[in-house]
């Protein structure tokens, strides 16, 4: 008898998700494996929620952006009885082994459930690019390219009428996407999570700018960008279930940051969120074939028994590490890669 793989895919979705599900699909069921997809995330394995993938059902998939399989950011371990309801849920499922597609929270989830004895093969995603242990993530190419087409078309309007434009990007730890959406797309400052940036400095840099005949200036700034002067604007009041403030849900960085220009400056501000457009729409080439060698190696892990691991980049090379390497930290811009682009401020 076939032995039976389930899929799931959790957090927050990235284009490039269904290349994987297309490849982990395609490979499996080549390669004599029945497959079984989990919706919702953990919600899938924890209710029993599935659905029987075919090669029919993942033809082409490769080219839609979000995931079939749908997400959700449940936290088995916040649910009574969580991890035990999914050991159940998989063995009336005859799961012989679970490919988990997740960021930090969801691989975290399947870690604690591999020591609990699951066997468990991860594939790294987010858009935010901050997984440890490989280079790229799926995803991220996009939302970098979504956010310099529109950084271009905000040069225009912003000059136009001679207004500072803030630009909250996504990167709630790291400020991978801002930086290099906002190089690709010529921002004249871009402010990340993992380094402050003084805002008298911003503001005075601003007004010269002005001063000097150029009046207008594009500020990316990462959702997760912190200044204590910046706070009495800010407002947040919920939390998702592993614990993290819902940033895209309140009054976030962008709006409190083009306040203070506005106040500081005497520039007319403005804001923008870019949001879940970064998330949202067809993957380009990058993700599609980045997801696709992802899945192709997985079902690799899975058939050399490589359990508690995750497939990595490197290079361009596609290997696997352990999940426990990936895990806990997250993978930060470096302190000189910021440092290197700031000569293009101002
Ligand atoms: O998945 C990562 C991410 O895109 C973060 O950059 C962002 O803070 C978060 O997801 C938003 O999540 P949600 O769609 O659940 O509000």
Not at 5 to 12: A, E, F, K, N, R
Not at 86 to 97: A, G, M, P, R, W
Not at 165 to 191: C, D, K, Q
């Amino acid at each position: 008898m076939a032995k039976r793989i389930g899929l799931l895919t959790g957090g927050g979705d990235a284009p490039g998700l269904n290349a994987v599900i297309r490849a982990v699909v395609t490979s499996g069921i080549q390669k004599g494996y029945e497959m079984v997809g989990f919706l919702r995330g953990w919600k899938g394995p924890l209710e029993g929620q599935t659905v029987t993938l075919g090669i029919k059902d993942v033809y082409d998939i490769h080219r839609q952006g979000g995931t079939i399989l749908k997400s959700s950011r449940t936290n088995p371990f916040k649910v009574e009885n969580g991890p035990e309801k999914i050991f159940e849920n998989l063995q009336k499922q005859d799961i012989y082994c679970l490919v988990a597609i997740g960021g930090d929270d969801t691989l975290g989830v399947a870690q604690k459930l591999h020591e609990m004895g699951m066997r468990v093969v991860g594939v790294p995603k987010t858009i935010d690019n901050d997984v440890n242990a490989t280079d790229f993530t799926f995803g991220f190419d996009t939302a970098v390219n979504i956010d310099m087409e529109s950084l271009d078309r905000l040069h225009t309007t912003a000059s136009s009428h001679e207004r500072v434009m803030v630009v909250e990007i996504m990167g709630r730890n790291a400020g991978w996407i801002a930086l290099n959406s906002g190089i690709a797309g010529g921002a004249h400052f871009i402010l990340v999570p993992e380094y402050p940036f003084p805002l008298d400095e911003l503001c005075e840099k601003i007004k010269k700018r002005y001063e000097g005949g150029e009046r207008y200036a594009i500020v990316v700034v990462a959702e997760g960008f912190k200044d204590e002067a910046l706070d009495k604007y800010m407002k947040f009041e919920e939390k998702d279930a592993f614990g993290h403030v819902v940033l895209s849900k309140g009054m976030g960085i962008g709006q409190a940051l083009a306040k203070h220009i506005e106040e500081e400056t005497g520039c007319e501000s403005r804001y923008m969120v870019m949001g879940h457009l970064q998330r949202g729409g067809t993957p380009f080439a990058f993700d599609r074939v980045l997801g696709t060698r992802f899945g192709l190696k997985a079902i690799e892990l899975v058939e050399k028994e490589e359990f508690g691991y995750m497939v990595s980049l490197r290079g361009d090379e596609s290997f696997k590490v352990p999940l426990t390497d990936a895990l806990g930290t997250l993978k930060k811009v470096p302190a000189e890669r910021y440092e290197e682009i700031k000569i293009f401020f101002g």
